[in-house]
């Protein structure tokens, strides 16, 4: 099936600075989502890609479709104290027949105040 | 609130033993996802319904199962449970078959196997 690696793992930033993550896929994609996880809830979406190139922002937050299909990336900028969660990407691989969402393993972002 | 509501919150059990997680969706979507979430890993796709019929399966065990009532709430059925089994279970709702659609997340369930 299709594979999903998602990096950094986690990182640890200081308050104001950028942040930069990223998810690069095994084969192409079709749709590209990035969900953020708070501690004790559910995956929220943040931003959700439809094409090739897209790039779309949401507030701080902006995420692109790359060109290739086969990786995304999501920034946020001047971060804040609550940007501390998880990051996930997801996608779909319609090629394969299959329209579920495969998930990364996620970012772990920490901000130091 | 996201409108996709799971119940309990928290289950402690031991191990050998049958749980049943509930997950209400989103008004007016037909479509109900589980996913397992356990330490460290990502979220994996358990099963899929959409209107009352299984729609697609993921990485389930066969000891666990699932069903998507006329009310169009859903239960995932956990039985012979294993240490291994601890984890969050996530429901999530869409308005459409399409696995490729926006999903909803609820809450989750957090179970822990003693």
């Known amino acids: 099936g299709q594979q999903l690696n998602q990096s950094p793992q986690s990182m640890f930033i200081q308050e104001g600075e950028d942040v930069s993550m990223n998810c690069t896929s095994s084969s192409i994609f079709n749709t590209w989502l990035w969900y953020k996880q708070d501690p004790g809830e559910g995956p929220v979406l943040l931003i959700a890609?439809?094409?090739?190139?897209e790039l779309t922002s949401n507030g701080r937050l902006t995420a692109q479709f790359g060109i290739t299909r086969k990786d995304s990336f999501l920034n946020i900028s001047a971060s804040i104290p609550s940007d501390v969660g998880i990051y996930f990407c997801a996608g779909t691989d319609s090629g394969a027949g299959s329209y579920q969402l495969t998930f990364g393993k996620g970012t772990k972002l920490s901000v130091i105040p | 609130d996201s409108g996709v509501t799971q119940t309990p919150k928290h289950l402690i059990t031991a191990t050998g033993q049958r749980v049943t997680l509930r997950c209400s969706p989103r008004s007016g979507d037909l479509s109900v996802y589980w996913y397992q979430q356990s330490l460290d890993q990502g979220l994996q796709f358990l099963i899929q319904?959409?209107?009352?019929?299984?729609?697609a399966k993921g990485n389930i065990l066969e000891r666990f199962s699932a069903q998507q009532f006329p009310d169009l709430h859903s239960e995932l059925n956990l039985s012979s449970l294993e240490l291994g089994d601890s984890a969050l279970y996530f429901c999530?709702?869409?308005?459409?078959?399409?696995?490729?659609?926006?999903?909803?997340f609820g809450a989750g369930s957090r179970l822990t196997v003693l």
């Open positions: 319904y959409y209107n009352g019929e299984e729609r």
């Open positions: 999530a709702s869409s308005g459409t078959a399409s696995g490729a659609n926006v999903l909803t």
């Open positions: 890609l439809y094409k090739a190139g």
